[in-house]
């Protein structure tokens, strides 16, 4: 029942933040808002809550990375591979080497391995966390893009690390040959399962709701039992789980695209997902906060038994270590844009160095954020030979304190770096957008006559069938001519979706009216309500 509790304040302390977080006059990042509020939990409601690292690791960490690879946009991630790669598997191993060997030698009471696992942790960035300080300054739609397929990659690649450096640090023995064969069995394990757990369950799902009928609730349940399916499954094979989860992000999105669930279910499904991400990912700073208090307590503890006296040297060590991942990533991005600019050169293309204002905010948006957190407190609590982990609760500090000065610094220099940060044009999106709706009203139209004739065949109305003919075609005839004869089509479009859903909006305060009045029964109103969100889902952007 105190369980049960707990998981409810959780949940309401996620929702009051993001009140707070609109209430308050200054773009303040919305990780931070819970954070405060998950210590003032700690602090005022008698808040603790009991974690599990194995548990907490299966709750969180699957549906958000099943979540960012199912949302993030497949052609960018692609277009930008070579670059996403170059962050998420080059500058993860740059960043486990260079901040391992500068945490071990800083701190020497933690061991090499342990250093290097803090590391791994560490080098997953957050974009979400990057999206909330953001949301007030306009940012390049294709950094953001990379920052997106960088996260994606590095989560995996950095808890895979993270878990070959605790397996060194547990066993005490490292073979660089045998790590390297055990990255590779575990990484690419980890895909294929993930991709062909998750083609499985989709045409499993297909062929029942073809065959018997769709059902949206058991299609959305299946939705969230998938990347713990994917998950288990490939952690049970010894492969890496998180792979695995992100592969079947990956793998749902193309499902998606193939229209193999009705509208209804996507929308409905959608808002559940939504509901999970706020919640997963807004808990896990609560949990962060409430934390703050045991997580401070202890690494006083670690540095104490360290023969160190000064408290202050947890915060030396904190900034130390938050500087050193942004001079890293500074260098390793530097370094990168030179190398692609001079292989442009050779090759005869002629490319413009972007902005160091541009440059010097993708790196200072490697904010960290919920996996760094949920990684961290995975550390073991024992040792094979039953004595405690070494410094395990100063590595969580550590990565606590990184997670918190991190977002601190990004929400103050970020908006100052873009703000009047001119922007690429958005031309060739435009008229893509523009070709594509002219196309699809065609396509429209066709099918809108072919029905018409199969209608007429089995002897319909045919003056009521001709006048609901014309009556559809209306509609996608004004929209190709919008989109195909008027140079300000956007702007003709744009007006007539807010005058359609002025009128869509008017209908919903009627039936409302006409409810409360008790002129309409409840279950009518709520039909016509459905309808009327539904319509105007499909107008709202």
Known sequence: MEAIADVLMILLAVVASTAIGKMLPVPIPLPLVQIVLGAALAAFADLEVPLDPDIFFLLFIPPLLFLDGWRIPKQSLFRDAATCLELALGLVVFTVVGIGLFIHWMIPPISLPVAFALAAVLSPTDPVAVSAITSRVPIPPRVMHILEGESLLNDASGIVCMRVALAAALTGTFSIVEATGSFLWVALGGIV?????????????????????????????????????????????????????????????????????????????????????????????????????????????????????????????????????????????WTSLRLTLYRAARQGVERRAPPFRLVAAVSLAGVRGAITLAGVLTFPLVTQDGSPFPARDLAIFLAAGVIVLSL??????????????????????????????????????????????????????????EEAASRALEVYGRRLEDVEGSGNAPDLIEMERQLRLAGLRAERQEIFRQAQSRMINDALARRLIRELDLAEARLAR
């Open 193 to 333: 399962i993930g991709a062909a757990v998750t083609g499985v369950i989709t045409r499993a799902k297909y062929w029942v709701s073809r065959s018997f009928g769709e059902d949206t609730g058991a299609q959305i349940l299946v939705s969230l039992l998938i990347p713990f399916s994917a998950y288990l499954a490939a952690e049970h094979l010894h492969c890496s789980g998180i792979l695995s989860a992100v592969a079947a992000g990956i793998t749902m999105s193309y499902a998606e695209i193939s229209d193999q669930a009705h509208g209804e279910t996507r929308l409905q499904r959608t808002a559940v997902w939504n509901t999970v991400q706020v919640a997963l990912n807004g808990a896990i700073f609560v949990i962060l906060g409430e934390q703050l208090p045991r997580i401070l307590s202890g690494a006083f503890r670690a540095v104490r038994q360290a023969e160190h006296s000064e408290v202050w040297l947890l915060a030396i060590y904190v900034a130390a270590i938050a500087g050193a991942l942004v001079a890293l990533r500074l260098l390793w991005v």
């Open 408 to 465: 601190i610094v990004a929400s103050i220099s970020l908006p100052r770096l873009l703000v009047d940060l001119p922007l690429p044009p958005e031309d060739r999106t435009s008229a893509e957008l523009r070709e594509i709706r002219a196309t699809a009203a065609k396509s429209a139209i066709r099918a809108i006559q072919a029905a018409q004739h199969r209608l007429a065949e089995e002897d319909a109305d045919a003056k009521a069938l």
